[in-house]
């Protein structure tokens, strides 16, 4: 099955700075790649996701590049701000098409700090 | 919508007792997922459906694990006997056929004592 690593465990940035949080996938098969932000006590939100068929996505502060090639993936975040503080997870899944099921497979998660 | 709805929000029970966790997917959501997240293993999938009918419970560790969805509205996960190392947060989400991404509910933390 599939395995995703993801690297850093923990990430501390001064606020302002950006961070980056990198995923690695093992399946080729795999084409949608989601991110997720998880804060204390609540379940993970989706903040951003990209498909196989791009290299690259931005929403404000927040970009995912993609390397097919290389199978791994990447979480941006400039200007970081303290309320970014969270644990951010990378996944993977095999997307199908006409009612085909799919279930992701998480990274294990990024601790991230922004220091004021 | 008021999103996934799981409950309750902490169970603390004592070991060899059965302990049952409740889900509300959104409405229209036609998967639901459970996922169990501790520190050692991160988020792990125990089992999903869709349209309410289990797709893969290849995650489910024991057979002290079982869940059911009735309904589409409507899902539970039920550990009976309870052990300590089921101590975990877990996650009920549901999500549309495809490429909409997971809405995770609020967890359920479960300690065993």
């Known amino acids: 099955g599939e395995n995703v690593e993801q690297h850093p465990s923990t990430l501390s940035v001064q606020e302002g700075d950006s961070a980056v949080i990198k995923c690695t996938y093992s399946?080729?098969?795999?084409?949608?790649f989601p991110w997720y932000k998880q804060e204390l006590g609540k379940g993970p939100q989706l903040i951003i996701d990209?498909?196989?068929?791009?290299g690259e996505k931005k929403d404000q502060r927040i970009a995912v590049t993609l390397n097919k090639t290389a199978k791994h993936f990447s979480l941006h975040i400039t200007e970081t701000q303290p309320e970014d503080s969270a644990v951010y997870f990378c996944?993977?899944?095999?997307?199908?098409?006409?009612?085909?099921?799919?279930?992701?497979?998480f990274g294990k998660g990024t601790l991230l700090t922004v220091n004021p | 919508d008021a999103g996934v709805i799981q409950s309750p929000r902490h169970e603390v029970t004592e070991m060899g007792q059965e302990v049952t966790l409740r889900c509300k997917p959104i409405?229209?959501?036609?998967?639901l997922f459970w996922y169990r997240q501790t520190m050692m293993r991160g988020l792990e999938l125990l089992i999903y459906?869709?349209?309410?009918?289990?797709?893969?419970d290849s995650g489910m560790p024991e057979d002290r694990f079982s869940a059911k969805m009735p309904n589409a509205s409507f899902s539970t996960l039920k550990i009976q006997p309870s052990e300590p190392r089921d101590s975990a947060v877990y996650f009920c989400?549901?999500?549309?056929?495809?490429?909409?991404?997971?809405?995770f509910g609020s967890g359920t933390r479960l300690t065993v004592v």
């Open positions: 399946d080729s098969a795999s084409n949608y």
């Open positions: 989400a549901s999500s549309f056929r495809t490429g909409r991404g997971y809405t």
């Open positions: 459906f869709n349209n309410n009918v289990p797709i893969d």
């Open positions: 990209i498909r196989s068929n791009v």
């Open positions: 996944a993977a899944s095999k997307e199908g098409s006409g009612g085909s099921n799919y279930k992701l497979t």
């Open positions: 409405s229209g959501h036609d998967y």
